[in-house]
């Protein structure tokens, strides 16, 4: 349907941003697909070590999901988002196709391994969600094809993860977050992947501040190399949400948080987390 009706066509999922703009005359489109009213586009499934979230899954089904507790990022992501209402109806699929800068759900799964599964008239294929964000509300996909499937490999034993966003209240975006999945070998790290939100086009993966605890110790000394990354790599803009210079010392923190937490998770603690507001 999408493609016979053409550019001017969009699919609607949970309409949480797609409603918002044509309310504001920011998004005009002649037609709207309900996805909605395709069957079987609603799941969360575990197969093979791979955990798989349907298109149409909602952010509160995440929320409320036993298995998608087994990864706690994802838990403390469709948690954080907004407010009942918008959790009720918004859609992880309808997220990373927004590829908004200030959305929450390509940060936290840029931290593990992503893919997304795409649908067009030539079939379907997979991407990696780095390849799949193309800029600031772009991605890779054209104006009739649209995201199926998101699959995320389950982190091995011994790994840890926190999101952690800081709001001004609920039923807005995070002024900046900050995503970090760890796996521990007893004391030394060895993976990291730490990701940022809000201070940058599209979410920013910290490779300096990856490097800094991965082989290592995480101690005082290394955290603070991580965190200094982390503040290097923020290319925030100053706006009503805070300065450049405050959003880039608030992601350094954020990032430091986030570590204390995803390691107290790698050793198997229950960690309970919610935004932090201002
Ligand atoms: C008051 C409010 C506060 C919010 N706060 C937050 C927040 O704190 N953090 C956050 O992350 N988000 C926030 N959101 C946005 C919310 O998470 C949206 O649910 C999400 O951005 C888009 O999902 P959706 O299902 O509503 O998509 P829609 O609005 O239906 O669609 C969004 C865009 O994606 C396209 N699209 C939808 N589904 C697909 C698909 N399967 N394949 C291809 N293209 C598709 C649509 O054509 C449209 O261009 C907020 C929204 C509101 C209204």
Redesign the pocket.
Known sequence: MLSQLGEEA???????????LMKLRL?SPLHLVD?NFVPGCAYVKEENGTMCFG??TR?AAIEHSEVAARIPILHDCAA????VQ?RN???I???V??A?P????AVALMTLATEIRCLGNNGEWNLPLADFVKDAYTTV?APD????EITVKVPPKGSGGAYL?L?RSA????TASAAVQLTMDGEVCRQAAIALGCVGLTPIRVKDAEAALRSQVINEKTLAMAMEAARAAADPQSDMRGSAQYKRTLVAGLVKRAVDIALRRARGEQVEVSPIYA
């Open positions: 969009r699919p609607l999922a949970g309409g949480q941003s797609l409603i918002p998004a996805l298109a149409l952010h954080g988002i907004a407010d918008v109806r918004g859609t699929g309808g997220s196709a927004e908004d200030s959305g929450d759900w996909l094809e649209l995201v199926k966003a709001k039923p807005v975006y995070a």
